[in-house]
């Protein structure tokens, strides 16, 4: 089995959209017997990167009303499955419910990390400034609730 | 936690579709719109940068497709640098592009079409969908799918990088080459993946062809759209993907246009409407006459369907036999039936297959020389190539240094948009009689917009993967009768 997994996601051209992948990278490296990962794909493109993992921890930007652009929110959610109009709407917890379904190697434990920005977004490589400069602190908090929850469910050695 | 939970981390900055149907009196369907509402400035964005970075910026414009973008990009590069591919670096691309087509035409397949054919268009939302279609054909086809995709993601992953977002495309050729010891894996990948074609097409028939009621549904004049047909040819008109000369047939099938993709100005016009985000396109010849069908329109369709109503032929033998049983059953050509799309994807991955398996025997697959390093930069460059869902232009303008002073993209989805606007309305109309429709005719509806299998992302150029659909449908005096998103809100 693959050691559990941190993936940050959102798309590196979409300003603060990308902060999941900026946290991961002020993560790499830094969280024992974790593996850290960036990526934009969205659907089926994370199947295979997501399976075969006791834990998945997943950071990415949210849009979420009356929260301070920043603040970090954990979620929690039981895959559903809905029915498709686009091949692009293969959704995180789409993906969950196909792999259970087809008895693949699904993480048991999972956690994402809504890290909230502005509703607007544009074009541009760099987060905004305000975002950027609480990127440390966002990564602080995740690397250590991923400790604390693995510790928790004895994942730790792994 | 779990109620802080409204939105789907995935989704949330998705572009935004709605389809907006306008009843009559009597209940039955006036009018329908596919709007778009989201952002444009991807161009922008771009301008003053060194061109050579198109290719690692613009395959994250979607999170599902950025394979067609890429290499549109790249041979963008080629153009502007002067710089055609060496042999082997043709090879090496094409051979990349065509697994991407293989692993991009069996999501649309099993995901989006097989719901409705396998679960019935009038099933439940909740079983109509690829869970549906697994419980009742079997884990195993899931796992066969999963499998080819994965193969074939590998094989993009060797050749450019991250898979299946490529990034490592250059004027002239590619980053790497391919050993012999890797071609013997890619030869098995391309065998298997033609047995997996040929499997998924028998499913097709078995699911669709033998059951009347679907054939009908195909052939059934609510689904048809008489317009025009673009898509690239190679030599004998045959059916290209990579490179080759963009044709257009008019709705009886006549050629109207052949010509190189540096000349898509030309032939191809583009305008804004104040009701969407897209920038529609029309044939500059015979000229815009509003949305229109039959002899004389300016609307076209690109994609699967397109392709097999512009070529000829195909130049593998098993694709070809599939082609020529296509118009057997559907009819002379051009078909105009939108749900035959779905077949005409098969087509095409079977196709792919085929091209990989003569390229993997190909022996100067593996020769070093992958790179023309003749580059001599012009300033202007068009790079074109057959993307799974239509073909894709990127036009790149650039200063005497190489920074981008001009990009302009058409994408399969804006070739699209107008089709797709009129698609709808017409299955609105076959269909929806009355002010209070049934979930299942609405699913009807949609299926006409499923078949082209349209991205936003791609379309506005903004955003990465996810895309939610909202319907609403307005009595004549505009009030509100119903609205129905998908996915659902959570």
């Given at each position: 089995?693959?050691?559990?997994?941190?993936?940050?996601?959102?798309?590196?051209?979409?300003?603060?959209?990308?902060?999941?992948?900026?946290?991961?990278?002020?993560?790499?490296?830094?969280?024992?017997?974790?593996?850290?990962?960036?990526?934009?794909?969205a659907g089926l493109?994370l199947?295979?990167?997501?399976?075969?993992?006791?834990?998945?921890?997943?950071?990415?930007?949210?849009?979420?009303?009356?929260?301070?652009?920043?603040?970090?929110?954990?979620?929690?959610?039981?895959a559903g499955f809905l029915h498709l109009?686009?091949?692009?709407g293969v959704g995180f917890f789409e993906l969950l419910a196909l792999g259970k379904t087809?008895?693949?190697?699904?993480?048991?434990?999972?956690?994402?990390?809504?890290?909230?920005?502005?509703?607007?977004?544009?074009?541009?490589?760099?987060?905004?400034?305000?975002?950027?400069?609480?990127?440390?602190?966002?990564?602080?908090?995740?690397?250590?609730?991923?400790?604390?929850?693995?510790?928790?469910?004895?994942?730790?050695?792994? | 936690?779990?109620?802080?939970?409204?939105?789907n981390?995935i989704t949330?900055?998705?572009?935004?579709?709605?389809?907006?149907?306008?009843?009559?009196?009597?209940?039955?369907?006036?009018?329908?719109?596919?709007?778009?509402?989201?952002?444009?400035?991807?161009?922008?964005?771009?301008?003053?940068?060194?061109?050579?970075?198109?290719?690692?910026?613009?395959?994250?414009?979607?999170?599902?497709?950025?394979?067609?973008?890429?290499?549109?990009?790249?041979?963008?590069?080629?153009?502007?640098?002067?710089?055609?591919?060496?042999?082997?670096?043709?090879?090496?691309?094409?051979?990349?592009?065509?697994?991407?087509?293989?692993?991009?035409?069996?999501?649309?397949?099993?995901f989006?079409?097989?719901?409705?054919?396998?679960?019935?268009?009038?099933?439940?939302?909740?079983?109509?969908n690829i869970l549906?279609?697994?419980?009742?054909?079997?884990?195993?086809?899931?796992?066969?799918?999963?499998?080819?995709?994965?193969?074939?993601?590998?094989?993009?992953?060797?050749?450019?990088?991250?898979?299946?977002?490529?990034?490592?495309?250059?004027?002239?050729?590619?980053?790497?080459?391919?050993?012999?010891?890797?071609?013997?894996?890619?030869?098995?990948?391309?065998?298997?993946?033609?047995?997996?074609?040929?499997?998924?097409?028998?499913?097709?028939?078995?699911?669709?062809?033998?059951?009347?009621?679907?054939?009908?549904?195909?052939?059934?004049?609510?689904?048809?759209?008489?317009?025009?047909?673009?898509?690239?040819?190679?030599?004998?008109?045959?059916?290209?993907?990579?490179?080759?000369?963009?044709?257009?047939?008019?709705?009886?099938?006549?050629?109207?246009?052949?010509?190189?993709?540096?000349?898509?100005?030309?032939?191809?016009?583009?305008?804004?409407?104040?009701?969407?985000?897209?920038?529609?396109?029309?044939?500059?010849?015979?000229?815009?006459?509003?949305?229109?069908?039959?002899?004389?329109?300016?609307?076209?369709?690109?994609?699967?369907?397109?392709?097999?109503?512009?070529?000829?032929?195909?130049?593998?033998?098993?694709?070809?036999?599939?082609?020529?049983?296509?118009?057997?059953?559907?009819?002379?050509?051009?078909?105009?039936?939108?749900?035959?799309?779905?077949?005409?994807?098969?087509?095409?991955?079977?196709?792919?297959?085929?091209?990989?398996?003569?390229?993997?025997?190909?022996?100067?697959?593996?020769?070093?020389?992958?790179?023309?390093?003749?580059?001599?930069?012009?300033?202007?460059?068009?790079?074109?190539?057959?993307?799974?869902?239509?073909?894709?232009?990127?036009?790149?303008?650039?200063?005497?240094?190489?920074?981008?002073?001009?990009?302009?993209?058409?994408?399969?989805?804006?070739?699209?948009?107008?089709?797709?606007?009129?698609?709808?309305?017409?299955?609105?109309?076959?269909?929806?009689?009355?002010?209070?429709?049934?979930?299942?005719?609405?699913?009807?509806?949609?299926?006409?917009?499923?078949?082209?299998?349209?991205?936003?992302?791609?379309?506005?150029?903004?955003?990465?993967?996810g895309?939610?659909?909202?319907?609403?449908?307005?009595?004549?005096?505009?009030?509100?009768?119903?609205?129905?998103?998908?996915p659902?809100?959570?």
């Amino acid at each position: 089995m693959k050691p559990p997994l941190l993936l940050g996601m959102g798309s590196p051209i979409l300003s603060d959209d990308g902060v999941g992948l900026y946290v991961c990278r002020a993560l790499s490296g830094k969280v024992p017997g974790v593996e850290v990962a960036e990526t934009f794909l969205a659907g089926l493109g994370l199947l295979e990167i997501i399976t075969d993992r006791p834990a998945l921890f997943v950071v990415d930007a949210a849009i979420v009303s009356g929260k301070t652009p920043g603040s970090v929110f954990v979620m929690e959610r039981e895959a559903g499955f809905l029915h498709l109009f686009s091949s692009h709407g293969v959704g995180f917890f789409e993906l969950l419910a196909l792999g259970k379904t087809m008895d693949l190697a699904m993480p048991p434990l999972i956690r994402i990390y809504g890290v909230a920005i502005e509703k607007a977004v544009s074009f541009s490589e760099e987060l905004t400034p305000s975002l950027s400069a609480k990127v440390d602190e966002i990564a602080w908090f995740v690397r250590r609730d991923i400790q604390e929850t693995l510790g928790r469910e004895g994942l730790l050695a792994l | 936690m779990a109620r802080q939970i409204t939105i789907n981390p995935i989704t949330r900055l998705e572009g935004h579709g709605k389809i907006e149907i306008f009843l009559d009196d009597q209940g039955g369907v006036e009018d329908a719109y596919w709007q778009v509402v989201e952002l444009r400035g991807f161009e922008k964005f771009c301008l003053g940068r060194p061109a050579e970075e198109m290719p690692r910026i613009v395959p994250n414009i979607c999170g599902v497709c950025p394979s067609a973008h890429h290499m549109a990009s790249v041979k963008a590069l080629d153009d502007l640098y002067s710089a055609p591919p060496t042999r082997t670096a043709r090879l090496i691309r094409e051979l990349e592009y065509n697994a991407f087509y293989i692993e991009d035409h069996y999501i649309h397949f099993f995901f989006l079409a097989a719901p409705d054919f396998v679960m019935g268009p009038e099933a439940q939302p909740a079983h109509r969908n690829i869970l549906g279609v697994i419980g009742k054909l079997g884990t195993e086809i899931g796992a066969k799918v999963i499998d080819i995709r994965k193969r074939n993601r590998d094989i993009i992953r060797l050749v450019f990088g991250k898979a299946p977002h490529p990034e490592g495309g250059l004027p002239g050729g590619v980053p790497r080459g391919i050993t012999e010891e890797e071609r013997e894996t890619i030869i098995k990948t391309a065998d298997d993946s033609v047995a997996f074609a040929m499997f998924a097409l028998e499913l097709f028939k078995d699911l669709v062809l033998k059951n009347e009621k679907y054939v009908d549904l195909i052939k059934s004049p609510s689904f048809s759209l008489a317009t025009s047909y673009m898509s690239l040819v190679g030599p004998d008109n045959q059916m290209a993907l990579y490179d080759g000369k963009v044709r257009v047939v008019d709705s009886d099938g006549k050629q109207t246009a052949l010509f190189a993709p540096t000349d898509y100005v030309d032939h191809i016009g583009e305008w804004v409407e104040p009701w969407t985000y897209i920038k529609l396109t029309h044939l500059r010849n015979p000229g815009w006459h509003g949305f229109t069908e039959g002899p004389g329109s300016a609307i076209y369709r690109v994609g699967p369907l397109a392709r097999l109503n512009v070529a000829d032929r195909i130049a593998t033998p098993l694709a070809e036999k599939e082609r020529q049983e296509f118009f057997t059953v559907l009819g002379k050509k051009p078909v105009h039936a939108t749900l035959a799309n779905h077949w005409a994807r098969l087509i095409t991955a079977l196709s792919a297959a085929e091209q990989n398996q003569r390229i993997s025997r190909e022996p100067d697959l593996t020769s070093k020389d992958i790179r023309n390093m003749k580059l001599s930069l012009k300033k202007v460059g068009v790079g074109c190539v057959e993307a799974p869902r239509g073909t894709l232009f990127h036009h790149y303008e650039t200063d005497d240094q190489g920074l981008l002073t001009r990009v302009n993209l058409i994408v399969a989805t804006q070739h699209n948009a107008a089709p797709i606007c009129m698609s709808v309305k017409k299955a609105a109309q076959g269909f929806i009689k009355a002010k209070k429709p049934r979930e299942g005719l609405l699913n009807v509806v949609e299926m006409a917009f499923r078949a082209y299998d349209p991205c936003l992302a791609c379309a506005t150029h903004h955003l990465p993967g996810g895309m939610p659909l909202t319907l609403v449908l307005r009595d004549r005096q505009g009030e509100l009768v119903e609205v129905i998103r998908r996915p659902e809100e959570q």
